[in-house]
């Protein structure tokens, strides 16, 4: 079946670090895949997304790039600031069993401190 | 433009009880998903709905129903609760006609607690 392997967190980074999330998966075919994020009591916003291999999705300073050969999607962000602190989920969506539901990872959490 | 709706924003319900969640999808979407995420987890798939019937479902049991209407809102209905069903349920409304290419927006979920 279809599965998405994140980075265990919490990730702790200065503000303007380099934030760099791993993100790799396993599914039959070629899925659509995601970035979403999830600030504290909120519920799940799209951040990026990109829908065939070598596409490059970007967003608020965000990017990931759709890597077929290594079944990767990492979120990248050259500066990270302290209100991007949240949980970053990857996920894919494939056409199954005729609907097209998403798989999730477990979430990254990010903490940036000044 | 309204986005995905859910009512109630919080739940506190006993074992053995049933209760019944709410979704409006954002506005001209008709295909409505379910997703349970317990906490430090990410969300896990429940089920779909596309014009009034469910037409995918993932690893939930048989207490686990659902109902689409044709407005396209949705509910979710758990019986006989288990303080494993204590999670965040978010609902998530997309296009059919975008497929696996277009995106599932969600709203901002339901809180249930079981004890």
């Known amino acids: 079946g279809n599965s998405v392997t994140q980075m265990e967190g919490p990730v702790t980074l200065s503000e303007e670090a380099f934030l760099t999330i791993n993100c790799t998966y396993t599914?039959?075919?070629?899925?659509?895949l995601f970035w979403y994020v999830q600030y504290p009591g909120e519920g799940l916003q799209l951040l990026l997304k990109a829908t065939k291999a070598d596409d490059k999705g970007s967003n608020k300073g965000f990017e990931a790039t759709y890597r077929k050969e290594t079944t990767s999607f990492h979120l990248e962000k050259g500066s990270v600031q302290v209100s991007d602190s949240a949980v970053y989920f990857c996920?894919?969506?494939?056409?199954?069993?005729?609907?097209?539901?998403?798989?999730f990872g477990t979430g990254t959490q990010l903490k940036v401190e000044l | 433009d309204a986005g995905v709706t859910q009512s109630p924003t919080h739940l506190i319900k006993t074992r053995g009880q049933q209760v019944t969640l709410r979704c409006s999808p954002k506005?001209?979407?008709?295909?409505v998903s379910w997703y349970q995420q317990a906490l430090g987890q990410g969300p896990q798939f429940i089920f779909q709905y596309y014009e009034e019937e469910e037409r995918q479902r993932g690893n939930f049991p048989d207490r686990f129903s659902g109902h689409q209407f044709p407005n396209y809102s949705s509910e979710l209905n758990v019986n006989a609760l288990l303080l494993g069903d204590s999670a965040l349920y978010l609902c998530?409304?997309?296009?059919?006609?975008?497929?696996?290419?277009?995106?599932?927006?969600f709203g901002p979920g339901t809180r249930l607690t079981v004890t």
């Open positions: 506005s001209g979407h008709d295909t």
């Open positions: 599914a039959t075919g070629y899925p659509s």
């Open positions: 996920a894919l969506m494939a056409l199954t069993g005729g609907g097209n539901k998403l798989t």
């Open positions: 998530a409304s997309s296009l059919e006609t975008t497929g696996f290419l277009g995106e599932q927006y």
